[in-house]
């Protein structure tokens, strides 16, 4: 099943990795995990169904781990040590921006009572989202919750736009200089990207760094917008835009040889595309994976994971970003583990 924007999906047609089916007919829910993997599936019902409320329904479905059982892919001592790196790395020429992240994991105690969905109850309670859903497709190895405030792509017809954020503070007054500039580095990149695949003249930036509030924090977010080329599809868009510019850096290949260099884990769904696409309507909606957990089966024991990260410019503090990267977890760590009071 998939649940996105007050609809839920059931009866699984077909699953499949080629991106060419996007274009094809009926409604597909897509995840698509930053190193590469693509999953999209087609379902055959569609029907109203808002996310069922976050209380002892949810509940039950979902018991969380322990708050003291998770751990970090990188610790305090090498996330700063990371964001050093960058900046020596940018000091060098080789790159503007990069995004450096980590992935916390901790086990699951019940797996009878590990239902992505009713996780997603739960956020949409605790941490509401524009982009929020699920996809639980256990048998193809994807189970997802998602609570993700970051639009990747929306697909309107031959129109597609894009809203990137970067900068992040508790209010307003927190954001910096810094965050600025790290914004409008990464339009210029969206900007690029999404040039490959649409027509010249085409790339419009309707909202520049505007403020966005959501629970516990405020985003700097902007949109940029284009007309595909006569002949381009989902494969051309995907090739052309993935993985989001927003959560790798500028220029795109040389953070992603930073992020490689420096990462000591997959992130998975994380930074990847969640979200679905109508095929029927020419219309999709992906979001960019974050603020996102999902399910790993693959060692036995049902572990849950989420991603946490931050840009890096030169103007990066090491413990500053160290700490971005804890008030995007809190929350939502909290709400997993069933410590945070609603």
């Known amino acids: 099943m998939a649940r996105f924007g007050g609809l839920l999906a059931t009866?699984?047609?077909?699953?499949?990795?080629d991106p060419a089916a996007l274009d094809s007919a009926g409604f597909w829910a897509v995840a698509h995990d930053f190193e590469g993997r693509l999953v999209c599936a087609r379902f055959d019902e569609l029907r109203p169904d808002p996310t069922p409320p976050g209380g002892a329904a949810a509940r039950g479905g979902w018991l969380g781990p322990s708050p003291d059982s998770w751990h970090s892919s990188l610790d305090r001592a090498a996330y700063t040590a990371g964001v050093r790196r960058i900046r020596e790395h940018i000091?060098?020429?080789?790159?503007?921006?990069?995004n450096l992240c980590r992935v916390l994991s901790a086990p699951l105690p019940d797996p009878a009572r590990s239902d992505v969905d009713a996780l997603t109850a739960l956020l949409a309670h605790g941490n509401p989202a524009p982009y929020a859903g699920t996809i639980r497709l256990p048998e193809h190895g994807v189970e997802i919750a998602t609570a993700s405030p970051e639009l990747y792509l929306r697909r309107q017809g031959a129109t597609v736009s894009s809203g990137p954020i970067k900068g992040t503070g508790r209010t307003e007054a927190d954001l910096l200089d810094k965050d600025h500039a790290e914004n409008v580095m990464i339009v210029d990149l969206v900007r690029n990207d999404l040039g490959r695949v649409c027509g010249t003249g085409s790339i419009t930036v309707?909202?520049?760094?505007?403020?966005?509030?959501?629970p516990g924090l405020v985003h700097l977010v902007s949109t940029v917008q284009g007309t595909l080329r006569d002949g381009a599809g989902w494969p051309e868009l995907l090739a052309d835009t993935f993985p989001p510019g927003s959560v790798t850096g500028a220029p795109k290949s040389s953070a992603l040889r930073i992020i490689e260099e420096l990462e000591t884990a997959p992130r998975g769904p994380y930074c990847g595309a969640i979200g679905w696409v109508d095929a029927d309507r020419g219309r999709a909606e992906l979001a960019v994976g974050i603020r996102t957990f999902w399910i790993d089966r693959t060692a036995g024991r049902p572990v849950l994971r989420f991603g946490t990260g931050a840009g890096i410019t030169w103007g990066s503090d090491p413990e500053r970003e160290w700490d971005e990267t804890e008030l995007k977890a809190a929350r939502l760590v909290?709400?997993?583990?069933?410590?945070h009071l609603f």
Request: charged share 20%; proline share 3%.
């Open 11 to 17: 009866g699984l047609r077909e699953v499949t990795s």
């Open 206 to 214: 309707p909202d520049l760094c505007v403020v966005e509030k959501h």
């Open 334 to 339: 909290a709400i997993a583990s069933g410590t």
């Open 91 to 98: 000091a060098a020429g080789e790159v503007y921006q990069a």
